[in-house]
């Protein structure tokens, strides 16, 4: 847009005629609200990382540099009384941020005002269906989390260490919230399966026994052994203290929810999807829209799911008839490297289609032993914002990843996936609110993006690649159908196998291991595909729209540095990146 010459009345141009005059041709941008959405938008970081120290732990290795001075020590609650106080708590958040005028922000602090009212308003829509949540699970259930965010807890002061301990010493109140959380859900026929129930009591028993809990001990002693200025005295009390309350408090919480659940087997026996459940179809169209940070409504995706799986089959079966000997070209291996030498040679590839990052350090590591039942394939463990250099990447030895499987697992936790977005993220947002929401289309549909947009650098013939990044699109496809099928259209066991038959996956078993994996973690799997869908969606249309002009590097730029954000959001950000090109 071009500027306009303005004079003034008998050609004397005074400043009070400019003033008169910008306000007249310039976007009004009150000081006064933007400080109160810096405010309010500091309050809420505030309540959000100190609601409990595992959060503020993992947010912040330094609460002092961001002026938490003090903070209560609590793991939680799931108490009806704690989360009527959150309920409160998000109602007065929002009526705040709706009483500042939203016109008179800058486009930055307007996206950020978007950001947190899509927050709150997900939020308090979840406490409707507080009770059809589900703390438990074999594979995400906090029994399953817990070990290991106390393993890695780092002891960055002698605070830390006092801190661990005294979490420790309110497992016992914590389970015992969750079991009366569960006690509620089967009052409600809410209750998960007795298949379920089995799975988490079985993970429970293996923590109990020796081998299950042991490695804590051995982890703490390693950390006290790296925290410099600690006497032999108090690193001696410490690890006396930490057994016993291990002995006294940990291992009877994970007892006592063995015998809880197992009392409340037969509530709900048969293992069915969401939509068995008293409004289970409403839920999970809600769990669908928070999970993904998508608009589309499950019929939506359905739709979309049958479509881009028609087009899979289409582009496979045209490569094919042009050259036929690749289906065979599927069970090619690279040559195997270390994870180290991956993770470098994925940053040094990735740097004309993505944006530079900051200096960072990245530690590969082994899942411990006795976690590896219970553990992700791999996963990437999220740094404190105030230690972004300190990356770690946990791969699961019992999985036995390799070759091109480990390359792309690498992709996806760390250049360009989780890591890479992180860091990015934190270096290039000055407001840490988005640090701690929980949009998980954005971070693992980005994750997933990347690990397909890796099999163009694993050293492989293109046709090849390709095939191969369409074959991992295309199971996530199958996942992702089968999660809507069962939680919102009542799939059994059955209708699972004769859909996977389809595909050539014919044993029962395997049907039956899925169906369970899924009933577990309704809209799991949605989060990566579809937000991965989202993200291709949103590149289609920048490339639809600046034609010649498209330049990849821009693109996950100016995504990046919007940070984790609802697809709506990021569209209209993206749109007017594009109008701004014209």
Not at 182 to 193: D, I, T, V, Y
Not at 368 to 382: M, Q
Not at 392 to 418: C, K, M, R, W
Not at 565 to 576: G, I, Q, V, Y
Request: charged share 20%; net charge negative; glycine share 6%.
């Amino acid at each position: 847009m071009k500027k306009k010459h303005l004079l003034a009345a008998g050609g004397i141009f005074t400043a009070a005629a400019a003033a008169a005059c910008l306000l007249l041709f310039t976007p009004c941008v009150s000081i006064d609200s933007t400080e109160r959405l810096h405010e309010l938008t500091d309050r809420f970081f505030r309540q959000e990382v100190c609601a409990s120290t595992l959060n503020l732990h993992y947010t912040l290795a330094d609460p002092k540099s961001r002026g938490i001075d003090d903070y209560p020590v609590r793991l939680g609650s799931l108490s009806p009384e704690s989360v009527e106080e959150d309920r409160l708590l998000t109602e007065n958040f929002r009526a705040a941020l709706l009483d500042i005028d939203r016109s008179c922000l800058s486009a930055k602090d307007q996206f950020t005002y978007d950001v947190l009212d899509y927050t709150l308003e997900t939020a308090l829509e979840g406490y409707t269906w507080y009770y059809y949540q589900e703390p438990l699970s074999p594979s995400l259930g906090i029994q399953a989390q817990l070990p290991i965010l106390l393993a890695e807890y780092a002891f960055y002061s002698e605070q830390d260490v006092t801190d661990y301990l005294t979490l420790l010493s309110q497992t016992g109140d914590y389970f015992r919230s969750i079991l009366a959380f569960e006690q509620e859900k089967a009052a409600r026929s809410l209750f998960m399966s007795d298949e379920t129930a089995d799975a988490i009591i079985s993970q429970c028993i293996y923590f109990i026994n020796d081998s299950g809990h042991s490695y804590l001990e051995e982890l703490f002693r390693e950390k006290l052994d790296s925290l410099p200025g600690l006497s032999a005295k108090t690193r001696k009390a410490c690890e006396q203290a930490h057994q016993e309350l291990l002995k006294t408090c940990m291992i009877p919480a994970y007892q006592e929810l063995v015998n809880g659940l197992t009392a409340l087997k037969g509530s709900r026996s048969k293992s069915q999807g969401l939509c068995s459940l008293p409004n289970g179809e409403a839920y999970y169209s809600y769990l669908v829209r928070a999970s993904t940070g998508s608009d589309r409504t499950v019929e939506a995706i359905s739709q979309l799911l049958n479509e881009t799986r028609t087009g899979y089959a289409l582009a496979v079966q045209e490569m094919i008839s042009e050259q036929p000997s690749l289906l065979a070209s599927m069970d090619i291996s690279i040559d195997a490297r270390d994870p180290e030498t991956i993770l470098n040679s994925l940053k040094n590839q990735i740097q004309n289609d993505f944006p530079d990052l900051p200096d960072t350090s990245v530690a590969v590591k082994q899942v411990h032993s006795s976690l590896e039942e219970y553990s992700s394939p791999a996963f990437y463990l999220t740094p404190p914002i105030d230690r972004v250099r300190d990356n770690v990447i946990y791969i699961n030895a019992s999985d036995g990843y390799q070759g091109i499987d480990l390359f792309t697992t690498l992709a996806h936790e760390g250049y360009p996936g989780h890591l890479y977005q992180t860091v990015y993220s934190y270096s290039s947002c000055s407001n840490p609110l988005q640090s701690i929401l929980n949009i998980g289309g954005y971070t693992e549909g980005w994750a997933t993006y990347a690990e397909l947009y890796s099999y163009s650098l694993c050293g492989l013939e293109p046709s090849v690649a390709e095939l191969l990044s369409i074959n991992k699109a295309w199971t996530l496809n199958l996942y992702s159908t089968m999660d809507l099928g069962i939680h919102y259209y009542g799939w059994n066991i059955m209708d699972v196998y004769e859909f996977l038959c389809g595909y050539g996956i014919e044993n029962l078993d395997t049907a039956r291991e899925i169906y369970q994996a899924i009933v577990e973690d309704p809209a799991n799997y949605l989060k990566y595909y579809v937000g991965y869908l989202e993200f291709d969606a949103l590149r289609q249309r920048a490339e639809k729209a600046l034609g010649t002009s498209f330049d990849l590097k821009e693109f996950h730029q100016v995504l990046l540095t919007l940070g984790p954000a609802p697809f709506s959001l990021l569209e209209k950000e993206l749109d007017r990146f594009i109008a701004q090109k014209d």
